[in-house]
Nanobody
Framework: QVQLAESGGGLVQAGGSLRLSCEASGRTFSEYVMAWFRQVPGKERELVAVITNNGGGTDYADSVKGRFTIFRDNAKNTVYLQMNSLKPEDTAVYYC?????????????????WGRGIQVTVSS
């Protein structure tokens, strides 16, 4: 079992930046592939970014490539999402998720543990 807690969300103007953090507690953090998803009302939860267990591999949704960066610090049991050049369409609830595997997947059903979510609002 692992517990995930997101922080760092809020309101920002278009073009601005935010950094989300997700701290994990419980089992060994390096056993998990970590990901950030986001969801807006009426739409399915979508993968934003994913990172492998040792941080050596990352993947991003096309809509955020070049603007967002996912990275992790296994010594601090924390995964981050640096979001730059934010756009109003980035407005969503962002969720941290953990997958007890060494392979990644963009499918939300492949992630066993979830944070409660944190609101990110980008004003135009």
């Amino acid at each position: 079992q692992v517990q995930l807690a997101e922080s760092g969300g809020g309101l920002v103007q278009a073009g601005g930046s935010l950094r989300l953090s997700c701290e994990a507690s419980g089992r060994t953090f390096s056993e998990y592939v970590m990901a950030w998803f986001r969801q807006v009302p009426g739409k399915e939860r979508e993968l934003v970014a994913v990172i492998t267990n040792n941080g050596g591999g990352t993947d991003y949704a096309d809509s955020v490539k070049g603007r967002f960066t996912i990275f992790r610090d296994n010594a601090k049991n924390t995964v981050y999402l640096q979001m730059n050049s934010l756009k109003p369409e980035d407005t969503a609830v962002y969720y941290c998720a953990a997958r007890p595997s060494r392979t990644t997947t963009p499918d939300a059903s492949g992630y066993y543990y979830w944070g409660r979510g944190i609101q990110v609002t980008v004003s135009s």
